[in-house]
Protein backbone atom coordinates (compact mmCIF):
# COMPACT_ATOMS: atom_id res chain seq x y z
CA UNK A 1 0.00 0.00 0.00
CA UNK A 2 1.24 3.69 -0.80
CA UNK A 3 2.17 5.76 1.76
CA UNK A 4 1.36 9.09 -0.96
CA UNK A 5 -1.60 10.84 -1.07
CA UNK A 6 -4.35 9.23 -3.72
CA UNK A 7 -3.66 10.87 -7.14
CA UNK A 8 -4.12 10.22 -10.40
CA UNK A 9 -1.46 8.13 -12.20
CA UNK A 10 1.37 10.36 -13.48
CA UNK A 11 1.61 8.35 -17.01
CA UNK A 12 3.29 11.34 -19.39
CA UNK A 13 6.13 10.39 -20.47
CA UNK A 14 8.57 12.03 -17.51
CA UNK A 15 8.55 12.99 -14.86
CA UNK A 16 7.14 9.52 -13.92
CA UNK A 17 5.35 8.13 -10.59
CA UNK A 18 8.17 7.60 -8.51
CA UNK A 19 8.26 4.95 -5.73
CA UNK A 20 7.65 5.09 -1.61
CA UNK A 21 11.32 4.93 -0.56
CA UNK A 22 12.44 7.36 -3.05
CA UNK A 23 10.30 9.84 -2.10
CA UNK A 24 10.81 9.34 1.71
CA UNK A 25 14.76 9.69 0.82
CA UNK A 26 14.21 13.32 0.23
CA UNK A 27 13.03 13.72 3.61
CA UNK A 28 16.54 13.19 4.96
CA UNK A 29 17.32 15.40 7.28
CA UNK A 30 19.43 17.89 6.94
CA UNK A 31 23.37 17.28 6.53
CA UNK A 32 26.35 19.46 5.63
CA UNK A 33 27.30 19.01 1.98
CA UNK A 34 30.98 17.96 2.70
CA UNK A 35 31.00 16.01 5.98
CA UNK A 36 31.49 12.11 5.59
CA UNK A 37 28.04 10.83 5.04
CA UNK A 38 26.95 12.57 2.26
CA UNK A 39 29.94 12.35 0.53
CA UNK A 40 29.67 8.77 1.09
CA UNK A 41 26.07 8.75 -0.29
CA UNK A 42 27.57 10.94 -3.11
CA UNK A 43 30.19 8.35 -4.00
CA UNK A 44 27.82 5.52 -3.52
CA UNK A 45 25.83 7.05 -6.55
CA UNK A 46 28.60 7.77 -8.61
CA UNK A 47 29.92 4.23 -8.72
CA UNK A 48 26.28 2.61 -8.92
CA UNK A 49 25.70 5.26 -12.36
CA UNK A 50 28.45 3.57 -13.26
CA UNK A 51 26.66 -0.44 -13.70
CA UNK A 52 24.14 1.90 -14.92
CA UNK A 53 25.53 2.63 -17.89
CA UNK A 54 27.59 -0.52 -17.87
CA UNK A 55 30.73 1.09 -18.07
CA UNK A 56 33.60 -0.93 -16.08
CA UNK A 57 36.28 1.77 -17.92
CA UNK A 58 38.31 3.60 -14.92
CA UNK A 59 38.65 6.74 -17.24
CA UNK A 60 35.29 6.87 -18.12
CA UNK A 61 33.76 9.80 -15.54
CA UNK A 62 30.07 10.29 -14.40
CA UNK A 63 29.06 13.67 -13.17
CA UNK A 64 26.04 14.60 -11.57
CA UNK A 65 24.67 18.44 -11.30
CA UNK A 66 22.13 20.22 -10.09
CA UNK A 67 19.88 21.19 -12.78
CA UNK A 68 17.69 19.28 -15.52
CA UNK A 69 18.27 17.01 -18.38
CA UNK A 70 18.73 20.35 -20.36
CA UNK A 71 21.75 21.18 -18.42
CA UNK A 72 23.76 18.10 -20.27
CA UNK A 73 23.26 19.49 -23.81
CA UNK A 74 24.82 23.07 -22.14
CA UNK A 75 27.87 20.58 -20.57
CA UNK A 76 28.31 19.02 -24.03
CA UNK A 77 28.64 22.21 -25.56
CA UNK A 78 30.71 24.27 -22.78
CA UNK A 79 32.74 21.19 -22.43
CA UNK A 80 33.57 19.51 -25.67
CA UNK A 81 33.30 21.50 -28.81
CA UNK A 82 34.52 25.01 -29.03
CA UNK A 83 33.17 27.93 -31.05
CA UNK A 84 33.30 27.15 -34.89
CA UNK A 85 33.23 23.33 -34.27
CA UNK A 86 30.47 21.34 -36.44
CA UNK A 87 27.80 19.53 -34.56
CA UNK A 88 26.28 16.75 -36.73
CA UNK A 89 22.61 16.53 -34.88
CA UNK A 90 20.01 13.57 -36.17
CA UNK A 91 16.99 14.82 -35.75
CA UNK A 92 13.75 12.69 -35.10
CA UNK A 93 11.84 15.58 -33.19
CA UNK A 94 11.45 18.30 -31.13
CA UNK A 95 14.34 17.43 -28.64
CA UNK A 96 16.93 17.50 -31.53
CA UNK A 97 15.93 21.06 -32.74
CA UNK A 98 16.40 22.04 -28.97
CA UNK A 99 20.04 20.36 -28.69
CA UNK A 100 20.87 22.32 -32.28
CA UNK A 101 20.27 25.49 -30.76
CA UNK A 102 21.66 25.06 -27.31
CA UNK A 103 24.99 24.02 -29.60
CA UNK A 104 24.58 27.67 -32.02
CA UNK A 105 24.10 29.32 -28.01
CA UNK A 106 27.57 28.11 -27.88
CA UNK A 107 29.26 29.44 -31.36
CA UNK A 108 28.52 25.50 -32.43
CA UNK A 109 27.49 25.00 -35.99
CA UNK A 110 24.79 22.43 -35.84
CA UNK A 111 23.74 20.90 -39.12
CA UNK A 112 20.75 18.07 -38.53
CA UNK A 113 20.25 15.82 -40.32
CA UNK A 114 16.00 15.29 -40.60
CA UNK A 115 14.10 12.30 -40.65
CA UNK A 116 9.85 12.37 -41.87
CA UNK A 117 7.84 12.63 -38.47
CA UNK A 118 8.27 9.02 -36.96
CA UNK A 119 10.99 8.03 -38.62
CA UNK A 120 15.05 8.23 -38.18
CA UNK A 121 17.72 8.97 -40.03
CA UNK A 122 19.04 5.90 -41.89
CA UNK A 123 22.60 4.83 -41.65
CA UNK A 124 23.68 5.38 -45.71
CA UNK A 125 22.23 9.22 -45.12
CA UNK A 126 24.44 9.78 -41.32
CA UNK A 127 27.48 7.69 -43.39
CA UNK A 128 26.74 10.00 -46.72
CA UNK A 129 26.46 13.39 -43.87
CA UNK A 130 29.68 12.24 -42.26
CA UNK A 131 32.04 11.54 -45.16
CA UNK A 132 30.84 15.31 -46.71
CA UNK A 133 32.38 17.40 -43.45
CA UNK A 134 34.55 16.76 -40.63
CA UNK A 135 32.47 16.77 -37.20
CA UNK A 136 33.95 17.31 -33.92
CA UNK A 137 30.31 15.40 -32.12
CA UNK A 138 27.34 13.57 -33.77
CA UNK A 139 24.44 14.03 -31.31
CA UNK A 140 21.68 11.25 -31.07
CA UNK A 141 18.55 11.31 -29.33
CA UNK A 142 18.07 7.73 -27.62
CA UNK A 143 14.11 8.13 -27.63
CA UNK A 144 12.94 11.16 -28.57
CA UNK A 145 9.89 12.00 -26.09
CA UNK A 146 7.88 14.17 -28.54
CA UNK A 147 7.83 11.62 -31.50
CA UNK A 148 8.21 8.24 -29.35
CA UNK A 149 10.93 7.59 -32.23
CA UNK A 150 13.87 5.12 -30.43
CA UNK A 151 17.12 5.47 -32.35
CA UNK A 152 19.67 2.83 -33.00
CA UNK A 153 22.83 4.19 -30.97
CA UNK A 154 24.71 0.37 -31.44
CA UNK A 155 24.86 1.14 -34.95
CA UNK A 156 24.86 4.56 -35.52
CA UNK A 157 27.92 4.39 -33.10
CA UNK A 158 29.83 1.43 -35.22
CA UNK A 159 29.19 3.94 -38.17
CA UNK A 160 30.88 7.02 -36.59
CA UNK A 161 34.04 4.54 -35.58
CA UNK A 162 34.16 3.21 -38.71
CA UNK A 163 33.78 6.36 -41.06
CA UNK A 164 34.66 9.30 -38.62
CA UNK A 165 36.83 7.70 -35.56
CA UNK A 166 38.06 11.34 -34.35
CA UNK A 167 33.85 12.50 -34.23
CA UNK A 168 32.82 11.81 -30.60
CA UNK A 169 29.36 9.87 -30.53
CA UNK A 170 26.61 12.13 -27.87
CA UNK A 171 23.80 10.63 -26.72
CA UNK A 172 20.73 12.23 -25.38
CA UNK A 173 19.69 9.86 -22.98
CA UNK A 174 17.13 12.00 -21.65
CA UNK A 175 13.68 9.41 -22.12
CA UNK A 176 15.55 6.14 -22.35
CA UNK A 177 18.19 5.64 -19.09
CA UNK A 178 16.84 2.91 -16.80
CA UNK A 179 14.89 2.15 -19.13
CA UNK A 180 16.13 1.42 -22.48
CA UNK A 181 19.50 -0.67 -23.20
CA UNK A 182 22.59 1.13 -23.03
CA UNK A 183 26.04 -0.57 -22.87
CA UNK A 184 28.10 2.41 -22.31
CA UNK A 185 31.95 0.59 -22.77
CA UNK A 186 30.73 -1.71 -25.40
CA UNK A 187 28.94 0.58 -27.51
CA UNK A 188 32.09 3.23 -27.41
CA UNK A 189 29.81 5.90 -26.80
CA UNK A 190 31.04 9.19 -25.77
CA UNK A 191 28.43 10.76 -24.00
CA UNK A 192 25.32 9.56 -22.48
CA UNK A 193 23.15 12.15 -20.95
CA UNK A 194 20.11 11.91 -18.74
CA UNK A 195 18.07 13.45 -16.11
CA UNK A 196 16.49 11.63 -12.65
CA UNK A 197 12.36 11.79 -13.29
CA UNK A 198 11.62 9.98 -15.96
CA UNK A 199 12.81 5.70 -16.16
CA UNK A 200 15.51 6.18 -13.11
CA UNK A 201 12.26 7.00 -11.42
CA UNK A 202 13.97 9.75 -9.14
CA UNK A 203 12.36 13.60 -9.08
CA UNK A 204 13.85 16.19 -11.52
CA UNK A 205 16.67 18.21 -10.31
CA UNK A 206 19.65 16.67 -11.38
CA UNK A 207 21.77 16.21 -14.67
CA UNK A 208 23.13 12.73 -14.91
CA UNK A 209 26.13 12.37 -17.43
CA UNK A 210 28.69 9.95 -18.31
CA UNK A 211 31.48 10.51 -20.34
CA UNK A 212 34.44 8.23 -21.58
CA UNK A 213 38.22 8.52 -21.60
CA UNK A 214 38.22 9.97 -24.98
CA UNK A 215 35.90 12.64 -24.44
CA UNK A 216 38.03 13.81 -21.26
CA UNK A 217 41.01 13.96 -23.41
CA UNK A 218 38.99 16.12 -25.94
CA UNK A 219 37.99 18.40 -22.94
CA UNK A 220 41.63 18.38 -21.24
CA UNK A 221 42.85 19.63 -24.93
CA UNK A 222 40.52 22.17 -25.27
CA UNK A 223 42.33 25.32 -26.95
CA UNK A 224 39.81 27.90 -25.07
CA UNK A 225 38.47 27.91 -21.43
CA UNK A 226 34.70 26.22 -21.33
CA UNK A 227 32.35 28.81 -22.45
CA UNK A 228 30.51 28.00 -18.92
CA UNK A 229 30.91 28.58 -15.34
CA UNK A 230 28.66 26.48 -13.60
CA UNK A 231 28.84 23.52 -16.46
CA UNK A 232 32.50 23.67 -16.70
CA UNK A 233 33.80 20.34 -16.13
CA UNK A 234 37.22 22.11 -15.23
CA UNK A 235 34.96 23.04 -11.78
CA UNK A 236 33.71 20.18 -11.64
CA UNK A 237 35.94 17.11 -12.48
CA UNK A 238 37.84 17.03 -9.12
CA UNK A 239 34.78 17.08 -7.49
CA UNK A 240 33.51 13.90 -8.67
CA UNK A 241 36.57 12.48 -8.82
CA UNK A 242 37.00 13.23 -4.71
CA UNK A 243 33.35 12.01 -4.28
CA UNK A 244 33.78 8.83 -6.08
CA UNK A 245 36.87 8.87 -3.90
CA UNK A 246 34.40 9.83 -0.63
CA UNK A 247 36.63 12.96 -0.21
CA UNK A 248 34.90 16.31 1.21
CA UNK A 249 34.85 18.87 -1.94
CA UNK A 250 33.37 21.31 -2.84
CA UNK A 251 32.61 23.58 -6.23
CA UNK A 252 28.57 24.97 -5.73
CA UNK A 253 26.01 23.45 -2.87
CA UNK A 254 24.71 19.91 -4.06
CA UNK A 255 21.00 18.89 -3.00
CA UNK A 256 21.38 16.63 -0.32
CA UNK A 257 18.10 15.20 -0.64
CA UNK A 258 18.22 14.94 -4.04
CA UNK A 259 21.02 13.12 -4.08
CA UNK A 260 19.53 10.90 -1.69
CA UNK A 261 16.84 10.05 -3.43
CA UNK A 262 18.80 9.21 -6.52
CA UNK A 263 21.17 7.02 -4.60
CA UNK A 264 17.70 4.76 -3.34
CA UNK A 265 16.52 4.89 -7.40
CA UNK A 266 19.91 3.57 -8.23
CA UNK A 267 19.88 1.04 -5.42
CA UNK A 268 16.40 -0.82 -6.32
CA UNK A 269 16.80 -0.28 -10.11
CA UNK A 270 20.92 -2.45 -9.22
CA UNK A 271 18.89 -4.41 -7.01
CA UNK A 272 17.61 -6.99 -10.03
CA UNK A 273 19.54 -7.44 -13.27
CA UNK A 274 19.38 -4.63 -15.85
CA UNK A 275 18.64 -6.63 -18.64
CA UNK A 276 15.23 -8.09 -16.81
CA UNK A 277 14.36 -4.35 -16.16
CA UNK A 278 14.85 -3.72 -19.82
CA UNK A 279 13.11 -6.47 -20.84
CA UNK A 280 9.96 -5.59 -18.16
CA UNK A 281 10.10 -2.16 -20.26
CA UNK A 282 10.05 -4.01 -23.40
CA UNK A 283 7.65 -6.45 -22.42
CA UNK A 284 5.46 -3.75 -20.65
CA UNK A 285 5.97 -1.27 -24.25
CA UNK A 286 4.59 -4.99 -26.62
CA UNK A 287 1.51 -4.40 -24.66
CA UNK A 288 0.97 -1.01 -24.73
CA UNK A 289 1.50 -0.77 -28.45
CA UNK A 290 -1.16 -4.02 -28.56
CA UNK A 291 -3.92 -2.51 -27.10
CA UNK A 292 -3.63 0.75 -28.97
CA UNK A 293 -3.44 -1.17 -32.45
CA UNK A 294 -6.37 -3.72 -31.07
CA UNK A 295 -8.24 0.39 -30.76
CA UNK A 296 -7.84 0.74 -33.89
CA UNK A 297 -4.98 3.94 -33.48
CA UNK A 298 -1.56 4.12 -34.68
CA UNK A 299 1.32 5.39 -33.39
CA UNK A 300 3.67 8.17 -34.88
CA UNK A 301 6.69 5.76 -35.18
CA UNK A 302 5.30 3.35 -38.07
CA UNK A 303 7.63 0.92 -38.06
CA UNK A 304 8.37 -1.51 -35.07
CA UNK A 305 12.26 -0.96 -34.50
CA UNK A 306 12.02 3.26 -34.35
CA UNK A 307 9.50 2.37 -31.46
CA UNK A 308 10.96 3.27 -28.00
CA UNK A 309 9.79 0.61 -25.30
CA UNK A 310 9.59 3.58 -22.81
CA UNK A 311 7.12 5.57 -23.86
CA UNK A 312 4.41 5.27 -26.72
CA UNK A 313 3.18 8.64 -29.37
CA UNK A 314 -0.38 7.33 -30.32
CA UNK A 315 -2.03 9.24 -33.16
CA UNK A 316 -5.67 10.14 -32.51
CA UNK A 317 -8.65 9.09 -34.96
CA UNK A 318 -9.62 11.83 -37.43
CA UNK A 319 -11.12 14.78 -35.78
CA UNK A 320 -9.95 14.16 -32.52
CA UNK A 321 -7.70 16.59 -30.57
CA UNK A 322 -5.77 16.19 -27.30
CA UNK A 323 -8.20 18.37 -25.16
CA UNK A 324 -10.96 16.26 -26.27
CA UNK A 325 -10.02 13.48 -24.17
CA UNK A 326 -6.85 14.39 -22.43
CA UNK A 327 -9.21 15.93 -19.50
CA UNK A 328 -11.74 12.72 -19.67
CA UNK A 329 -8.37 10.47 -19.45
CA UNK A 330 -7.55 12.86 -16.13
CA UNK A 331 -11.15 12.37 -14.57
CA UNK A 332 -10.52 8.34 -14.76
CA UNK A 333 -7.30 9.23 -12.88
CA UNK A 334 -4.38 8.80 -15.44
CA UNK A 335 -2.77 11.73 -16.91
CA UNK A 336 -1.03 11.58 -20.63
CA UNK A 337 0.62 14.15 -22.37
CA UNK A 338 -0.19 16.15 -25.40
CA UNK A 339 1.39 16.17 -28.72
CA UNK A 340 4.65 18.18 -28.71
CA UNK A 341 6.14 17.69 -32.39
CA UNK A 342 4.90 21.21 -33.65
CA UNK A 343 3.86 20.47 -36.96
CA UNK A 344 1.23 17.63 -35.49
CA UNK A 345 0.95 18.30 -31.75
CA UNK A 346 -2.57 18.62 -31.99
CA UNK A 347 -3.19 14.70 -33.87
CA UNK A 348 -1.54 12.97 -31.03
CA UNK A 349 -1.13 12.08 -27.14
CA UNK A 350 1.84 10.34 -25.58
CA UNK A 351 1.84 7.53 -23.17
CA UNK A 352 4.76 6.82 -20.65
CA UNK A 353 6.06 3.86 -19.79
CA UNK A 354 8.92 3.71 -17.50
CA UNK A 355 9.91 3.01 -13.80
CA UNK A 356 7.60 1.45 -11.23
CA UNK A 357 4.25 1.77 -13.53
CA UNK A 358 6.23 -0.72 -15.34
CA UNK A 359 8.06 -2.85 -12.43
CA UNK A 360 5.23 -3.38 -10.18
CA UNK A 361 2.74 -4.51 -11.75
CA UNK A 362 0.46 -4.77 -8.58
CA UNK A 363 -0.30 -0.93 -9.25
CA UNK A 364 -2.37 -2.04 -12.47
CA UNK A 365 -0.99 2.05 -14.24
CA UNK A 366 -1.09 0.85 -17.81
CA UNK A 367 -4.04 -1.21 -17.50
CA UNK A 368 -5.75 1.66 -15.70
CA UNK A 369 -4.08 4.16 -18.84
CA UNK A 370 -5.59 1.68 -21.39
CA UNK A 371 -8.89 1.30 -19.88
CA UNK A 372 -9.32 4.89 -19.42
CA UNK A 373 -8.11 5.48 -23.09
CA UNK A 374 -10.93 2.95 -24.76
CA UNK A 375 -13.72 4.77 -23.00
CA UNK A 376 -12.71 8.07 -23.67
CA UNK A 377 -12.50 7.46 -27.18
CA UNK A 378 -15.83 6.07 -26.93
CA UNK A 379 -17.21 9.23 -25.16
CA UNK A 380 -16.55 11.01 -28.28
CA UNK A 381 -17.55 8.25 -30.58
CA UNK A 382 -14.51 6.51 -32.00
CA UNK A 383 -14.53 3.61 -30.11
C1 LIG B 1 14.87 13.51 -25.01
C2 LIG B 1 14.93 14.70 -24.10
N1 LIG B 1 16.04 15.44 -24.07
C3 LIG B 1 16.15 16.48 -23.26
C4 LIG B 1 15.13 16.86 -22.43
C5 LIG B 1 15.29 18.04 -21.53
O1 LIG B 1 15.27 17.61 -20.21
P1 LIG B 1 14.74 18.55 -19.03
O2 LIG B 1 13.33 18.90 -19.35
O3 LIG B 1 14.91 17.69 -17.82
O4 LIG B 1 15.62 19.75 -19.03
C6 LIG B 1 13.95 16.14 -22.43
C7 LIG B 1 12.80 16.51 -21.57
O5 LIG B 1 11.78 15.93 -21.57
C8 LIG B 1 13.85 15.01 -23.29
O6 LIG B 1 12.74 14.28 -23.30
Redesign the pocket.
Known sequence: MSSQPPHPALLIP?PIEFDDAVLQSMSHYSESHVGAPFVSTFGDVLSNLRKLFQTTDPASQPFVLSG???LGWDQVAANLTEPGDEALVLHTGY?ADSFADCFETYGVKATQLKAAIGDRPQLDEVEQALREKKYKVLTV?H???STGVLSEVKALSELVHRVSPDTLVVV?G??SVGGEEIKFDEWKLDVVLT?T?KAIGCP?GLSVLMASGRAIEVFKARKTRPNSYFGSWKNWLPIMQNYEAKKASYFATPSPQLIHALDTALKQILSRPLDQRFADHRNASQKVKKAIADLGLKQLATKPENQANTMTAIVLPEGVTPPDVVPSLLKKGVVFAGGLHKEIASKYIRLGHMGVSVTDPNRGDLTKAIDALRESLAEVGKA
Open positions: GSGTFTVDTDVCAQA
